[in-house]
């Protein structure tokens, strides 16, 4: 499992750089730049949970080896 998620969080912050990528910075609202904000928050918020997630298997590991 810590492959796994390992691997996704590398996936969306890969996505997040993409994104950042497709940002014009003069009209930061408008067309492809609003698709590109959706996405590195939808990202960003992908790399939140999946690191919320590896440190509650964590926390599962340490009370279960007690």
Request: aromatic share 10%.
């Amino acid at each position: 499992m810590k492959i796994f998620t390992s691997i996704l969080v590398i996936l969306a912050l890969a996505l997040i750089v993409f994104n950042i990528t497709l940002l014009d910075f003069k009209n930061p609202f408008q067309g492809d730049s609003a698709v590109a904000f959706i996405g590195i928050a939808a990202s960003f918020c992908a790399v939140l949970i999946l690191l919320i997630f590896r440190i509650s298997k964590r926390i599962e590991e340490k009370t279960h080896g007690r």
